[in-house]
């Protein structure tokens, strides 16, 4: 009995075996899972170029034209000076356009494509006569000071808040009375007297004026108040109406026509009657016969001349009229 009991567990045993796949050598090899493709990794990014602080997203990252080393900061602050000096009342504090019609330099393609002042000397060296735009006279300034003041101008437009628009915080106020008055009055007698009297039209001058930097710029422009549509800045006298330059044409025939000048240039002058009429006519050399009259004739042929000590000196005089 024993006996049949031990065969029968044996059996059981190697049928256990035989379906299970278990025994002495335990288990058998396991196929291993396929292996997925390693994954791939993206090739590492170079940073994005960002605008510098303040310049927005028109930036100097986003204009090529604007993407210039900036010059030394005793650099750009000599041009600052000489801009405040020569340029400031054509092209305004901030550089958006001055008392006397200088466009913007923020927007000039010009001054963008300009590098380090050689496209913006032949400019202030020879001066720009454009039609329809108040005429640029030459300025007697040296090259480097061009480059000086080109290095302030960019530095300046590498602030704003994109393309044309005003650079940040309020614009530099200088302390310019700092001219000898006593040779400033003589200036003014060699070279204004002519036109302009101390106890006429410019008696207690000073007293119009809060600001000295106002006063300078009436008497450098020629405005007289608050300049070119009343822009005269703090310390302005009330702007008074804008003197316009005339023109009388004479004819081949003799007839004379008069008007407000509208436009010039080598074919054809344009102007505008006092019934608002405009007339057109052509041009061939000296014919017709032209007369132009400039009430701020003066002031501009001055600007050619003016050295920077005869302007600190002649506002010094001035603001002593009160």
């Not at 940073?47 to 034209?65: E, I, K, L, S, V």
């Amino acid at each position: 009995m024993r006996r049949n009991l031990s065969l029968a567990a044996a059996a059981a045993l190697l049928l256990s075996t035989i379906y299970t796949g278990v025994g002495a050598q335990g288990p058998p090899p396991q196929t291993p899972p396929a292996q997925a493709p390693p994954a791939q990794v993206p090739p590492a990014q170079p940073p994005t170029a960002q605008p510098p602080a303040g310049g927005g997203r028109q930036g100097r990252g986003t204009f090529p034209a604007q993407q210039r080393a900036l010059a030394d900061a005793a650099l750009i602050e000599r041009g600052n000076t000489l801009y405040g000096i020569n340029c400031r009342l054509c092209h305004g504090p901030d550089l958006r356009g001055g008392d006397l019609g200088g466009v913007n330099l923020l927007r000039s393609q010009l001054v963008l494509n300009d590098q380090e002042g050689e496209l913006i000397y032949p400019v202030v060296h020879n001066g720009r006569n454009t039609p329809g735009q108040p005429m640029m006279p030459p300025l007697p300034l040296p090259e480097a000071d061009v480059k000086a003041i080109a290095a302030y101008v960019h530095s300046v437009a590498a602030k704003a808040a994109g393309q044309g628009g005003p650079p940040p915080g309020p614009p530099v106020v200088l302390n310019i009375v700092v001219g000898n008055a006593a040779a400033g009055e003589k200036y003014f007698a060699a070279n204004c007297a002519s036109c302009h009297s101390t106890t006429g039209d410019l008696q207690g001058v000073a007293s119009r004026y809060s600001e000295p930097m106002a006063l300078q710029n009436a008497w450098v422009g020629g405005g007289g108040g608050g300049g070119r549509g009343g822009r005269g800045g703090p310390g302005a006298a009330p702007a008074r109406a804008p003197r316009p330059v005339t023109v009388a044409v004479t004819l081949a025939n003799g007839e004379r026509v008069e008007g407000r000048l509208e436009r010039i240039d080598d074919f054809v002058v344009v102007l505008s009657q006092e019934d608002g009429t405009q007339r057109t006519f052509r041009r061939n050399g000296n014919v017709p016969q032209l007369q132009i009259t400039d009430p701020l004739a003066g002031h501009k042929q001055l600007l050619a001349k003016y050295t920077d000590k005869d302007i600190h000196d002649v506002t010094a005089y001035l603001v002593t009229l009160k």
